[in-house]
């Protein structure tokens, strides 16, 4: 009689109380053990051949060794089945006051069906059975288990609807995972309007084909912290409260077919494109490149046609300088230094602003250069381009239009990126502003050998050179000196944020001196929009300090935990990869390596070879150094000047001899370099 007293004084408090009262549970008053073979052993192992998990619940198989299953006793203590005693114990099967309290069979090929009886055990918390080939309806019976709290269906073929009964657990459920599964029709609301469930935190229902529309009552879910309905079909719009839940750190609501307006809310939330891909392309708004409504009264057809067009061809900047070459422009070059940044030429076309260095260009040189795409960023394609007369080359990065803030704020703003100089940083010679709004910025060009490609390929750099510990070294160095430069203040100007510190942003000549792109471009030039695009890449691949999620403004200690990333890459020569998404970061790799005590293991190969002692070279050091600069609380990361000043302190000891000075190279016979 147990179950019957145990299931019905709560049975009275659910709506659902009539399935339990249809069910013959109330006549047949089994033990749990008795359940499990009576009812769940069939029902899961359905026509299938003999299942080599299943077959472990027999009689002549003490409990304790049934595959999969938890129990415990009346008053709630865990059966422990460790001792040997227990193990062998075959009288434990016979005992009808044992209660199942979890069944996990994961990937077990369990081919039957859920059966309603899943509902009738009195303690049961944990069902997993995830990735196996389970079908058809979810019972609606399993509402009534009173213990349930997590519950992982995902990866099977489950079809029919999902029993509104579902949320008759929601004082209990902690995390429900139907992922991967073929369920249809809408997603049920909870019976009352009250029902919060509260300690919900993971809701997935992704890759399944609920149809209709957001559930809606979601959003009053207090809990939740991921929330995934991706890959199903979904419409309409997304509701206003959902970008207000202050505790949703996943969201995917990516390929269904969402649309109208996202809540303006999710502009400034750390979720990204990623969460809504593949919608509508009726879904507009921030995050999502599709602005609603142009307001510049440009279709969007126009700005896509100018884009494309400018980055289509080779002849790269001929529809800049169409009608150039009437020139209406006044040819008064301004030879006189250009430290503030000297207006040289200003036609019918627009202006150039020119700055130390950047003397010798005209307006005519750089529109009729001719160039090649080197890289497409979000707010930019760059270019190498050719200046006529042999005059070199120059890197032009071509603004999209949009992403740039207007003429007034970006000035001031290019002319103080125009006084950056720094020898391990790309140098800004000009800025260039059409009048149909085209905006240029020409740095000096630098042969696109990118720290990213070097340490993961790609890039085509045939025979890489090998990047031992005082390479390395050296280009941390350089890299951290560039990003302490920026951060001082300097002649009454305030420090420069970089903004996007990443291996990608870093070129190396063939002597291994870095060179700091795109320095201060984001927190200073672009739009909030164009800057969130810039920042969601930045955290998709895992340089962003953790309060970025809630803060959107890169501070110079954002710039730090960045190079803290950055550092950690060049030790472990691994890409770094972001927390956020369940994944291993590289600082967790390391705390997890020091914490097996297995650190020395955690360097790239190629940075340990040759390093006899690890804490002698400087590479113990520089690991404590990057952990230091990842801490998760701002304000206990050290100062860009402090780490650079550490970094010298620790330098590797080949350092001190021919590694640091230009004929390094050819010092290293044997060692491969490319001279790009
Ligand atoms: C009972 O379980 C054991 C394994 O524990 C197995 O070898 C045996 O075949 C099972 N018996 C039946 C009847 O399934
Ligand atoms: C085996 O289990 C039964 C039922 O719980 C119990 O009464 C008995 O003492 C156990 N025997 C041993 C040797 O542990
Ligand atoms: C739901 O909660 C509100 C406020 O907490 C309360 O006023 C209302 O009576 C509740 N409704 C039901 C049906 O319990
Ligand atoms: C979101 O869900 C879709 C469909 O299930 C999946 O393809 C995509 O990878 C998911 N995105 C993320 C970021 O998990
Ligand atoms: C998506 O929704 C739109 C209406 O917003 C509808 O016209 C279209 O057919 C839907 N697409 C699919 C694939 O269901």
């Given at each position: 009689m147990r179950t019957t007293a145990r299931a019905l004084p709560r049975c009275l408090l659910l709506f659902a109380c009539f399935f339990l009262l249809r069910s013959p549970l109330l006549v047949v008053a089994a033990g749990d053990v008795d359940l499990v073979i009576d009812k769940l052993k069939p029902a899961l192992q359905g026509a299938a051949a003999a299942n080599a998990q299943l077959?472990?619940?027999?009689?002549?198989?003490?409990?304790?060794?049934?595959?999969?299953l938890r129990w415990s006793t009346p008053a709630g203590r865990p059966l422990r089945c460790d001792a040997a005693a227990a193990r062998a114990n075959l009288s434990l099967a016979g005992d009808a006051a044992l209660l199942l309290t979890s069944i996990r069979l994961p990937a077990a090929a369990l081919a039957g069906r859920l059966p309603p009886e899943l509902g009738a055990f009195a303690a049961l918390e944990t069902v997993y059975l995830a990735a196996n080939s389970l079908s058809g309806a979810i019972p609606l019976e399993l509402g009534n288990a009173p213990a349930l709290s997590e519950l992982d269906l995902s990866g099977n073929a489950l079809s029919g609807a999902l029993p509104p009964s579902i949320w008759n657990l929601c004082d209990r459920l902690a995390e429900l995972r139907l992922h991967g599964n073929a369920l249809t029709g809408a997603i049920p609301a909870p019976a009352g309007p009250n029902d919060t469930c509260d300690r919900l935190r993971i809701l997935d229902l992704g890759a399944n084909r609920f149809s209709g529309d957001f559930p809606a009552f979601l959003t009053g879910f207090r809990g939740l912290q991921r929330l995934d309905l991706g890959g199903n079909r979904l419409e309409g719009p997304i509701p206003e409260p959902l970008a207000a839940?202050?505790?949703?750190?996943m969201l995917n609501l990516s390929y269904n077919n969402f649309s109208g307006q996202l809540p303006p809310g999710f502009a400034a939330s750390?979720?990204?494109t990623e969460s809504f891909l593949g919608n509508s392309p009726a879904l507009c708004g921030p995050p999502l490149q599709q602005p609603c409504v142009s307001p510049s009264g440009l279709s969007s057809g126009s700005v896509a046609g100018m884009v494309i067009g400018l980055m289509a061809g080779a002849v790269v900047l001929a529809s800049v300088s169409i009608g150039w070459a009437q020139g209406r422009w006044r040819r008064n070059r301004v030879r006189r230094a250009a430290a503030e940044g000297v207006e040289t030429e200003e036609g019918g076309e627009g202006k150039l602003v020119v700055f130390q260095g950047g003397e010798h260009l005209t307006l005519e040189e750089v529109l009729n250069a001719t160039g090649q795409v080197v890289e497409k960023a979000s707010y930019c394609t760059v270019y190498k381009a050719k200046l006529a007369d042999a005059g070199g080359s120059i890197e032009l990065r071509l603004l999209r239009e949009g992403s740039c803030k207007d003429a007034a704020s970006c000035g001031p703003a290019v002319r103080r990126i125009g006084r950056a100089r720094h020898e391990n940083l790309v140098p800004l010679r000009a800025f260039y502003q059409g009048r149909r709004g085209e905006k240029l910025l020409v740095y000096d060009y630098f042969p696109h050998r990118t720290l990213h490609d070097l340490l993961?390929?790609?890039?085509?750099?045939?025979?890489?050179?090998a990047l031992t510990w005082p390479r390395r070294h050296k280009i941390a160095l350089g890299a951290a000196r560039a990003l302490a430069y920026l951060h001082e203040s300097r002649h009454g100007d305030a420090p420069v944020v970089h903004g996007n510190v990443r291996s990608s942003n870093v070129l190396v000549d063939e002597y291994f001196v870095p060179r700091m792109t795109e320095y201060a471009v984001v927190g200073r030039l672009l739009v909030p929009s164009a800057a969130e695009a810039v920042l969601s890449a930045a955290r998709a691949d895992g340089?962003?300090?953790?309060?970025l999620q809630t803060m959107k403004r890169c501070a110079p200690r954002t710039d730090v935990y960045a190079f803290g990333i950055l550092l950690l890459e060049l030790l472990m020569g691994r890409k770094p990869a972001p927390a956020a998404n369940g994944g291993d970061d590289l600082p967790s790799l390391v705390k997890a390596a020091v914490l097996e005590e297995t650190a020395v293991e955690v360097f790239d190969p190629e940075v340990a070879k040759?390093?006899?002692?690890p804490a002698e070279e400087g590479l113990v050091q520089a690991l404590k150094l990057a952990m230091g600069c990842c801490a998760p609380v701002a304000a206990a990361r050290p100062s860009m000047a402090e780490v650079a000043r550490q970094l010298e302190e620790s330098r590797p000891k080949a350092s001190r001899s021919a590694l640091y000075s230009p004929a390094e190279t050819r010092s290293e016979a044997g060692t491969p370099t490319t001279a790009a």
């Open positions: 077959a472990t619940w027999n009689a002549s198989t003490p409990l304790c060794l049934w595959r999969g839940m202050r505790g949703l750190q750390s979720f990204t993961h390929g790609g890039g085509g750099l045939e025979g890489r050179p340089y962003c300090a953790p309060e040759g390093v006899r002692s």
